[in-house]
């Protein structure tokens, strides 16, 4: 049973919208990330977040944005989609203050694709 | 640049075979290295490596760290229609991960 939620699960949607992909955790996790991935591709962090009121971008420009105003949710706005944001987009959370970084939990996904 | 390779990228086996994964990194500070099973939706958790030599086991999965050579393995025995997913590999350098493209494990009946 999975303690971290993504909706939708599937999304497809005309150039130009505005979107929200929803991303929360039961598990009182501290840190949430949001990764990209294109089939056979890396993953690739979009977005991070250490803790309410703290976000940062990661290595991939996505010209999206996020916001972390309660623990337990991470959403993901994209302004203006286009053709190249098709992909699925992962979200995660993991503990904090582990002397190693401790395992992401990831959530099911949403694939968008925009047409 | 820090990176993760992984290898193969794909593989193709038999139930019953035993399949060896590699993974093996260039970073800049190495923490601890993750393996992940991906079936259609989100990745699960295999195992963290933080120190050369000792074996993480799970059942029929186990792997291994080679912080000299830097690369790790994962093995999988007496495979399974159920192993069939993509096995991802990451390196936590500096606090931030950085994952491998994966490979992707089917196995026929």
């Known amino acids: 049973e999975a303690d971290i939620y993504q909706t939708p699960r599937y999304l497809v949607i005309g150039t130009g919208k505005k979107i929200t992909l929803e991303c929360s955790q039961t598990?009182?996790?501290?840190?949430m990330y949001w990764y990209q991935q294109d089939p056979g591709m890396e993953l690739h962090l979009i977005h991070y977040?250490?803790?309410?009121?703290?976000?940062e971008k990661g290595d991939l420009s996505s010209e999206s944005t996020v916001s972390r105003i309660r623990t337990e949710h991470f959403p993901l706005t994209l302004e203006s989609a286009r053709p190249s944001h098709t992909s699925q987009y992962l979200c995660?959370?993991?503990?904090?203050?582990?002397?190693?970084?401790?395992?992401?939990?990831f959530g099911n996904g949403t694939r968008l694709t925009v047409t | 640049e820090d990176k993760v390779v992984q290898s193969p990228l794909s593989l193709v086996v038999h139930e019953g075979d035993t399949v060896t994964l590699n993974c093996s990194y260039e970073?800049?500070?190495?923490?601890?290295l993750l393996w992940y099973k991906q079936e259609k939706k989100a990745p699960t958790f295999l195992f963290m490596l933080?120190?050369s030599g000792i074996e993480k086991k799970s059942g029929r999965l186990s792997s291994i760290l080679d912080k000299k050579e830097l690369f790790s393995i994962l093995n999988i025995t007496a495979t399974q229609t159920g192993d069939s997913a993509i096995y991802l590999c990451?390196?936590?350098?500096?606090?931030?991960?950085?994952w491998g493209a994966g490979t992707k494990l089917i196995i026929k009946p």
């Open positions: 970073v800049t500070n190495f923490r601890s």
């Open positions: 995660a959370s993991s503990d904090t203050g582990q002397g190693a970084r401790s395992p992401l939990h």
């Open positions: 933080t120190s």
């Open positions: 977040s250490y803790g309410v009121n703290s976000t």
């Open positions: 598990m009182g996790h501290d840190k």
């Open positions: 990451a390196v936590d350098s500096n606090y931030q991960l950085i």
